[in-house]
């Protein structure tokens, strides 16, 4: 574990800031490290990838009194990349290795690590992706991971399924890409000029997977076959671009879809939170919009937007009408989409800005069971804490699964 805590101000998570329905009941700074990304929550061990500048790669933590959070163990991340996203099932930690910033040399691929001991895990397995690397991991136990990566011979991410059957041994199943981005098979971009098509991550439901595709938007893939992926459809809109997450609703054929901000201030075109009806994969729709937070947030410095969804996963707090969305510099905000053609906010929480930093940068939210709410800052702010007031504790009680 590293014993170097860089010298910040003091600073009080529990003074200030802006809430309604949820309060901050623990903190911590990630033994100064603060940089936090996705985080993960498997009983009493937390585990948070870190963006990158600091220098670390992951923390573990433990979370068995949420209010007291403990730092276990860090270790950081190899040269030239960043391991910022954590995935957690049966056992196993798997965690991305990616280029950081044009760092070389860099490491590229996925490490797989036993979780005997979930506070020390072991790295047991290693998947080669070649190209510049794993950028975003889903995993919730089973036989195959899915990925976004870009390996050699392709100029941005594609979607690529792992077969996890030997996790010591992780081996490439299937992949899917847009036409266009395979240039070392001498495929040119079919896109317009200036935009950014780039898988970021699928969630599933079924053998239908739903990718955000960056200014593809969204993408339904046919995965009966993990083998061969097969596109089924395809939907863009404007304002927006930079396609982020597709969470299936379940049961009500619908999806919530985050744009991820990824200008800050005032800049580009405004992202937003959609709701898109899938009733038929092939013909997906948007029939509504969550509201913006209301506010002066776009002039208050570096990114205001969305980001990620808590998602659903299984053993976590799970539900088809209420969603968590991380908002950069709006903190977190709550939605109801009980109404899929009118989303109501009924919740938001943001802390007071961390030291060294304009802003909050929210930027990802795992939702426990007992609606322990664990969410992180992306730029010094680290791992926060959060629960619902008794009012959102019971309407979060009434509409989960």
């Not at 003091?10 to 809430?19: F, T």
């Not at 901000?261 to 729709?285: F, K, M, N, Q, Y």
């Amino acid at each position: 574990m590293s014993t170097d805590h860089p010298t910040e101000p003091a600073y009080d998570p529990y003074v200030g800031g802006e809430s309604r329905g949820l309060r901050t009941v623990g903190h911590h700074d990630l033994g100064g490290f603060g940089d936090g990304m996705q985080v993960m929550v498997e009983e009493d061990a937390v585990y948070v990838g870190h963006f990158g500048p600091s220098g670390m790669g992951t923390s573990v933590l433990d979370g068995s009194d949420p209010t007291r959070p403990r730092l276990v163990k860090q270790w950081r991340s190899p040269s030239g990349s960043h391991t910022h996203k954590v995935q957690v099932a049966d056992g196993l930690l798997l965690v991305n290795h990616e280029q950081f910033r044009g760092g070389h040399p860099f490491s590229a691929g996925m490490a797989v690590y036993d979780l005997t001991d979930p506070f020390d895990p072991q790295q047991i397995g290693w998947f080669e992706s070649t190209g510049r690397g794993v950028h975003r991991i889903v995993w919730t136990g089973g036989r195959y991971a899915y990925v976004s990566a870009i390996p050699e011979g392709f100029q941005d991410r594609i979607w690529m399924v792992v077969d996890m059957a030997d996790p010591t041994q992780p081996v490439e199943a299937g992949r899917w890409w847009w036409p266009g981005q395979w240039v070392g098979g001498e495929e040119t971009p079919t896109w317009p000029d200036g935009k950014r098509y780039a898988a970021h991550h699928a969630l599933l439901d079924g053998d239908l997977a739903f990718v955000g595709y960056g200014d593809g938007g969204l993408v339904v893939l046919d995965v009966s076959d993990r083998r061969d992926p097969r596109h089924l459809a395809d939907l863009q809109w404007s304002p927006g671009g930079d396609t982020h997450t597709c969470m299936p609703l379940p049961g009500r054929n619908l999806l919530v879809v985050t744009d991820e901000t990824v200008t800050d201030g005032c800049e580009g075109e405004e992202h937003l939170v959609r709701v898109v009806d899938i009733s038929d994969p092939a013909l997906p729709r948007v029939v509504s919009i969550c509201p913006p937070p209301e506010g002066d947030y776009c002039e208050r410095g570096l990114r205001f937007g969305p980001h990620n969804t808590h998602e659903n996963r299984p053993g976590s707090y799970r539900s088809a009408e209420l969603v968590f969305v991380t908002y950069f510099n709006a903190g977190l905000r709550v939605y109801d989409v009980q109404d899929a053609a009118a989303p109501v906010e009924i919740a938001h929480w943001l802390p007071p800005t961390p030291p060294g930093q304009l802003a909050p940068q929210i930027n990802d939210v795992f939702v426990t069971a007992d609606l322990d709410i664990y969410v992180t800052d992306r730029v010094n702010g680290g791992l926060f804490v959060v629960r619902p007031d008794e009012e959102l504790a019971s309407r979060m009680g009434k509409a989960a699964l």
